[in-house]
């Protein structure tokens, strides 16, 4: 079945210091979605791409999905305190009905 | 709107022993999802529904049952609790397929002991 993985799992990063997850399918997907979920929290939708090649921004947030539809980036510079949770990718593909398959999830730690 | 709500937040169950997570959207959502995060890891689909009377299983169906009667609710029952059900139980809601954004609800804490 269709696999989606994240790295890194975890991330400690600096205030002020930029960060990355990576978002990796085995398969094409059709479509991307990220989602952010704070510590003790629900996941909450940030963005969706489409297109091969699609960037978006959100403020400090940059999303990235690949030429070959396979994988997706989110970045984001300059992190606050305020970007603690994990962050994650979910992939849905034109093969696999009506479900999304989330990664496992990238957790960004900032110290201030 | 309340959006998706889910009761119990907590429960404490004992092996064998049987609940049912409930689960309502106001937000007049065809499609409904019940994902479970075990600790530390990402979200895996238990059951979804496409609309009342329509159910099809996701990757982690077993053990688990669920209905949908109606537009709004989406209960998950758990017969024969086992120890690898310990896990949170989130509820989520989307008016269309995998292209729309999905809502989550707060999420339901299951302990089997």
């Known amino acids: 079945g269709q696999q989606v993985m994240q790295i890194p799992q975890y991330q400690h990063v600096q205030e002020g210091e930029d960060f990355t997850t990576y978002c990796n399918s085995s398969t094409t997907l059709s479509n991307i979605q990220w989602y952010k979920q704070r510590p003790g929290g629900h996941p909450v939708f940030l963005i969706q791409l489409v297109k091969s090649g699609e960037v978006k921004k959100q403020k400090r947030l940059t999303f990235q999905f690949g030429e070959a539809k396979k994988n997706s980036s989110l970045h984001i510079t300059a992190t606050q305190t305020t970007d603690v949770g994990t962050y994650f990718c979910a992939g849905g593909t034109n093969n696999a009905g009506n479900m999304l398959t989330f990664g496992g999830g990238t957790r960004l730690m900032v110290k201030p | 709107n309340a959006g998706v709500t889910q009761t119990p937040k907590f429960r404490i169950l004992k092996i064998g022993q049987s609940m049912t997570l409930q689960c309502t959207q106001d937000?007049?959502?065809?499609?409904m999802y019940w994902y479970r995060q075990d600790p530390g890891m990402g979200l895996k689909l238990i059951y979804y529904?496409?609309?009342?009377?329509?159910?099809d299983k996701g990757e982690v169906p077993n053990g688990y049952n669920v209905s949908r009667s109606t537009t709004e609710d989406f209960p998950l029952r758990l017969e024969l609790a086992a120890p690898s059900q310990t896990s949170v139980y989130f509820c989520a809601s989307s008016y269309g397929g995998v292209t729309d954004t999905q809502y989550f609800g707060p999420g339901t804490r299951l302990t089997v002991l």
């Open positions: 529904s496409v609309g009342a009377g329509i159910t």
């Open positions: 937000m007049n959502h065809n499609y």
